[in-house]
Every structure is written in structure tokens, then in C-alpha cells.
């Protein structure tokens, strides 16, 4: 069943990137779906048919701006440590520990960490995240979990899980 939605899913895509209903076209994306389908299906997600729930997509709308004005503000920030003369920055790999259940919400918080300027994410260990942080300003895991994770997992659950 996988395969069938792996096959769909790039079926549409096709369609959608040639904008025609010509035989030609939709007779060639059915055979690359096929294609597609057959070597890519068994590692195609689970419950693909959540990402049809308006809700997601809503609270994917929400979090979109949300991360941008939080990646801007890290932009700020960072510049603002470079040009300072005296770089007030204290590097290091700091434990952060996530609520996320899901995969694909953990590769998500992820991937926004290390999008967000000042951060990066080194390693995942199950439920604990390796952050590369430009400036620890404290020994408390759960405050650096709440200041890195805490502000992007709420959405990211609602999107995700």
C-alpha cells in the first residue's frame, strides 16, 4: 500500500510541475511513478494520508513566520556579537532534550535549529539533541532546552503529531 501512495504522490507531483493533461505527459509520469513507487515505496512514510488534515496545514502557516522572526532575531544577534570588539561569545556542545515523539518532527526541530543562526544541531540520540551553541549563557539543561527546543516544539507537535 506504501508503494501505491509513494506512486501517487509522485504521480501529482509530476502533473503539477508539467501543468498538462497531454497523453504524452501523464503517460510518462505514470511510468517514472511506477518507477518511483517500486524502488521507493517500502521507505515512504506511515500515515501519509495525516498530511491532508486542514489543521496541519494551518498551524504549518502559523509556524512558518513564527521561525522566520526567531531566525531573524538570531541574525541580529549573532552580527551583533561579531562586531562587537570584545565578541562576548562562549561556544561549546550543549544536551538539549526534546518532547517530540515523532521522527519526522524531531528531524524538523532539527533542521530549524540549525537554520537558526548561533545554533546547530551535531547529533541525535533518541529524545536528546547535541547543539553546537554560539553563546551558553547557562548550566541549566532545562532552561537551554526551553531557550533552544522550547519555542518551536509546541507547532511543530501540532503539525507533526
Not at 63 to 69: A, G, M, Q
Request: aromatic residues 14%; proline residues 6%; negative net charge.
Amino acid at each position: 500500500m506504501k508503494w501505491l501512495m509513494c506512486m501517487l504522490s509522485v504521480l501529482g507531483l509530476w502533473l503539477l510541475l508539467f501543468w498538462s493533461l497531454d497523453p504524452w505527459v501523464i503517460g510518462t509520469g505514470v511510468f517514472f511513478a511506477l518507477i518511483v513507487g517500486g524502488l521507493l515505496g517500502e521507505i515512504y512514510p506511515d500515515g501519509i494520508a495525516k498530511a491532508l488534515d486542514p489543521r496541519r496545514w494551518f498551524f504549518l502557516l502559523v509556524f512558518l513566520p513564527y521561525f522566520l522572526w526567531y531566525c531573524m532575531r538570531a541574525n541580529v544577534d549573532v552580527a551583533l556579537r561579531v562586531i562587537h570588539p570584545d565578541v562576548p561569545i562562549r561556544p561549546g556542545i550543549v544536551k538539549v532534550r526534546t518532547t517530540l515523539a515523532g521522527e519526522m518532527s524531531r528531524t524538523f526541530l532539527a533542521n530549524c535549529i540549525t537554520l537558526t543562526p548561533g545554533t546547530l544541531t551535531v547529533d541525535i540520540d533518541g529524545q536528546d539533541f547535541y547543539i553546537h551553541w554560539l553563546n551558553i549563557d547557562t548550566d541549566d539543561e532545562a532552561r537551554r532546552t526551553a531557550e533552544i527546543c522550547g519555542r518551536f516544539e509546541p507547532l511543530l507537535r501540532r503539525i507533526f503529531e
